[in-house]
């Protein structure tokens, strides 16, 4: 290009270097999911498919950002305008855009560590918890160090630009090509930019589906650009269609509500009923992934105390929690009901009555307390508690402040402490509903504890002291007079992103479930499926707290399920104990996986009738509860 065509060649230099920071970007993140979570890549040879796959997207991202900049440079060429703040509209539109660009980039590296999912609208749910969310950044040394990044990448980006202002484009102001020429020019950049803006030369636009190319979950999500996922979950959210799942029509969803809830007992299990009055103490195990415990594939756990309490309790090996979120975990396990993908329910306006364990246990004359580590308010969580059968919601204003060590309050095993002295000096039938915390960032290990770990890593750190912390609790209450009446229920809020195979991890949904009561209860595994919402309706039919048939799930040492379904936002999953239906809700498209083999061969095509069957329970036993929760026939208050 010549001086001449200045104002076209700045735009094309501005987009190159947009282009090449999405990229350094990229290849940061690719380093940093690899080191975070000691997973080994696997590339087959396609990362570079998978780069070309990024700078699709990324040019679709440019576009938009670059579309007014372009379009006050092309009025300028054509009509010769040479004064120096219109251009300067331009650059710093252009700048400015693409800094926020940049810091989205820099935000979606803990989160794709952390959910294996690109940045989404999810994302904004901690808004609401503003301080919290922001403590927790200031507090966790990974995200001040990708702040730190995003920090240096803005300070170069602005360098460049002012070298690219300053000397590509000011000096030639006063020259332009021939008017025909401009014109052509003009043309052929404006359809440029409509091209990348679509990102196809087909009819239908880019999709996030167009990034997935191969079997490599990892390499499918690596060429996908954060603003584009963030902005493309915006609109989703935003249209009307998607204030309520329509996965399936609602009287086949009632059919099978139906069905499910006919279903005959099963014959071979023998109904576990306890003595009347007893207490019942349920744990929702921060991030405790089955794979962190020996129910894992990788034979390597990091709870040691939690695989002895198996050993002594009746524990299911298949379990699989509701969501990824802990919302999810809380709302399921007490009140029985599935994740309806993002949706955080505690958070519905209006807020739900909903007929769950704790009502239930309250009606029947226990005291009801909820104890967590951190604030109250966080996720919408006091409310939704109070209003749905606690007596009491503990948490952070409670605690001494000495015992605070972070963004999450308290640590695990101070929660513990408090619990046991709650247990102490309750009157009559209690139950307590324990959430832990400490095996979520900012990871902190508090000092001065008998606690040694040999994990270089923190996160496997906090995860060993999270399950010391369980071991210390579990010891402490075996020499209170309370223990041997008394059910204890663990299992996991949500899992964690290990071992990733599918882009789905298994792992965030694999969790582990206990009941120990070792005077009440004999010890043995069941690879039975078991649902977290199962957790709730098993609960209550042990202590016989009454009908539980506002709930979703069932009585697991009465029935048998055949699926096992869970969200993880915009994804569903259904396991029938050999093969894994995914359902990709952007996409609109499924797959079916032989999970236990850890195979990535989409077999659908071959067993489209078995795939079938899976998703409609799932995607009807989801609608279903989405309309009661419409209807308002989830509360105790209706005639059972």
Known sequence: ?????????????????????????????????????????????????????????????????????????????????????????????????????????????????????????????????????????????????????????????????????????????????????????SLLLLGGLFLGMRGKLSKIPIRVSTAYFCNNPFLNQIGLNPVFTFMKSVEDAGKRANDEVEL??????????????????????????????????????????????????????????????????????????????????????????????????MKNTPMPRMCGLPQLLRNAGYSTTYFMAHDED????????????????????????????????????????????????ATGPFFACVMTCSDHGPYIIPDGIEFHSRQDDIQKRVAEYADWSIGRFVRMAEKKEWFDNTLFVFIADHGASMNPVYDMVLAYNHVPLLFFAPKHILPHFDDRLAMQIDVAPTIAAMVGAGHYNRMMGTDLTTHTRKYAYFSADDKIGVVDGELFYLYRTKAQNASLYRY?????????????????????????????????????????????
């Open 596 to 640: 236990k083999d850890k195979s990535t061969n989409d077999i659908i095509g071959s067993m489209p009738e078995r795939a079938a069957r899976m998703r409609d329970h799932a995607f009807g036993m989801i609608q279903s509860s989405q309309r009661m929760l419409s209807e308002g026939k989830t509360s105790c208050d209706l005639d059972l």
């Open 248 to 345: 399936i029509d609602d009287l086949t969803a009632y059919g099978i509500l139906t069905e499910w809830q006919n279903q005959p007992a099963d014959s071979t299990l023998k109904a576990i009923r306890l003595p009347e009055g007893m207490n019942v103490v349920l744990v929702l195990m921060e991030s405790m992934s089955a794979d962190k415990t020996a129910l894992g594939a990788t034979g390597v756990s990091l709870s040691p105390c939690l695989d002895s309490l198996m050993a002594r309790s009746m524990t299911f090996r298949e379990a699989w929690s509701a969501g990824i979120h802990t919302h999810n975990g809380i709302y399921a396990s007490l009140y029985g009901h599935p994740a309806i993908l993002s949706r955080n329910i």
């Open 1 to 185: 290009m010549t001086e001449k065509s200045a104002r076209f060649k700045y735009i094309i230099s501005i987009y190159l270097a947009g282009i090449i920071v999405f990229t350094l970007f990229r290849l940061v993140e690719t380093i940093a999911y690899s080191s975070i979570t000691g997973t080994e890549l696997d590339f087959d040879g396609l990362y570079c498919k998978a780069l070309l796959m990024g700078w699709r997207f990324d040019t679709v991202v440019s576009c938009y950002v670059l579309a007014i900049p372009l379009l006050l440079l092309i009025v300028g060429e054509i009509a010769n305008f040479k004064r120096r703040w219109y251009y300067a509209i331009a650059h710093y539109t252009a700048m400015v855009l693409y800094s926020v660009c940049f810091f989205a980039c820099a935000a979606d590296i803990p989160y794709f560590c952390y959910f294996f999912n690109r940045l989404d609208v999810v994302a904004l749910s901690w808004v609401d918890d503003l301080g919290t969310s922001l403590s927790m950044i200031v507090h966790e040394p990974m995200y001040i160090l990708y702040l730190g990044v995003f920090i240096a990448v803005a300070v170069g980006w602005w360098l460049l630009g002012r070298l690219l202002f300053r000397h590509v484009l000011l000096p030639h102001l006063d020259k332009r090509l021939p008017v025909a020429w401009s014109i052509v020019a």
């Open 378 to 425: 966080f996720d919408g969580m006091r409310g939704f508690l109070y209003q749905n059968g606690f007596d009491r919601v503990v948490g952070q204003h409670s605690w001494p402040r000495s015992e605070v060590v972070g963004t999450w309050g308290i640590p695990d095993h101070k929660l513990f402490d408090h619990v046991i002295e709650h247990c102490d000096t």
